[in-house]
């Protein structure tokens, strides 16, 4: 069966190749060169397409690691859930890897950074009893393992509950659209505008971040031109080998308190507010640069911007965005200990 995918690129060549075929009808002296048709990907500013829009909850234990599928991911947020520990949500829209996870159950948090997207495919292991009515009536295509066979979402034998279990985003996404017919959104501008790096920024070597169970670094690259990430401690590499990393890292400083939801041992979830405004950093080409994110409602996309007010352009590729109440730690080329950010 013909996927979205397929039919985008099918109409691109087509596209390009009228294109082609009018310019050369029209010229008799000089053969003309005629630039290669590509779209690119609004997430990622990369060549790509923007196709529908899967937001899939990934487990962030020591023992989900490695994790799967995360390097096709355009988007990757990291979220703070009960006892402290952390949970990925990741967006895919461009490249779709043979499988993803493990996945996990959904979070109150979640709403809102799926509301910046439109409606999305959302892809999950379930929710609290309480909270699932409440997820499944916001603007979502619930596509979730409670709603799709074995045969999508299925498990793997050489790992163990409750982080064995995959998704084949390929086969979800198949189903959804092409035999389920169900409205996705296809990806769009979510607020960050690409170009040159800002002035203003200060050099550093790494940065550390903390939550209460679970802590995070990011190494600049100059070979690879990407902030290596490092989980826990130790190198985060996916498991097909890739090395995590990022030429963009945003630090999104939120408030996060505790929400009406809790698990069965009453562990309240934690809610990151990612609506309204507040202060963060942008990580880019070795430099870490104050910036402001601002959001009027859940259905307004989140702008970043500088001192003065200006865009706080990202470079193209991939972007990670961490949201935390604690203030990130910079480590600079010159010095050997780390050095306490200051609010800025």
């Known amino acids: 069966m013909i996927n979205r995918w397929t039919k985008f690129l099918t109409a691109t060549v087509a596209t390009a190749s009228l294109l082609l075929l009018t310019s050369c009808g029209s010229s008799s002296t000089s053969a003309t ?188 690259s100059s070979g690879t031109q990407k902030w290596q990430i490092y989980y826990n401690g130790a190198l985060d590499v996916a498991a097909d080998g890739a090395q995590l990393g990022s030429p963009t890292l945003l630090i999104q400083e939120v408030s996060i308190t505790p929400s009406i939801y809790h698990d069965k041992l009453g562990s309240y979830t934690p809610f990151s507010n990612t609506i309204g405004s507040g202060s963060g950093f942008l990580l880019r080409d070795g430099q870490e640069i104050p910036v402001f994110w601002n959001r009027v409602n859940a259905t307004e996309p989140t702008t970043w911007t500088l001192k003065d007010g200006s865009p706080a352009y990202l470079p193209v590729g991939q972007v990670w965005i961490a949201l935390t109440d604690q203030q990130p730690v910079f480590v600079l080329p010159a010095l050997s200990t780390p050095t306490p950010s200051a609010s800025k």
């Open 33 to 220: 060169k005629y630039p290669k048709v590509v779209s690119t990907n609004a997430l990622t500013g990369l060549p790509g397409i923007n196709g529908p829009v899967l937001f899939v909850k990934i487990d962030d234990t020591r023992q989900a690691h490695p994790q799967i599928g995360l390097d096709s991911a355009d988007v990757i947020y990291i979220e703070q859930v009960e006892g402290g520990l952390t949970r990925l949500a990741a967006i895919f829209s461009n490249t779709l890897p043979a499988k993803i996870g493990p996945i996990r159950s959904a979070r109150i948090s979640d709403i809102d950074l799926m509301a910046n997207y439109g409606r999305v495919g959302m892809a999950y292991s379930g929710a609290q009893s309480k909270f699932l009515p409440v997820l499944r009536a916001s603007n979502i295509e619930d596509i979730g393992a409670d709603t799709e066979p074995a045969s999508i979402y299925s498990r793997d034998p050489s790992r163990s509950a409750p982080t064995d279990m995959v998704v084949d985003p390929k086969a979800l996404l198949n189903k959804s659209i092409n035999v389920e017919h169900r409205s996705i959104v296809t990806a769009k501008s979510v607020g960050w505008k690409f170009g040159p790096l800002p002035v203003g920024g200060q050099v550093i070597k790494s940065v550390e971040l903390k939550w209460p169970a679970a802590r995070y670094k990011a190494v600049w």
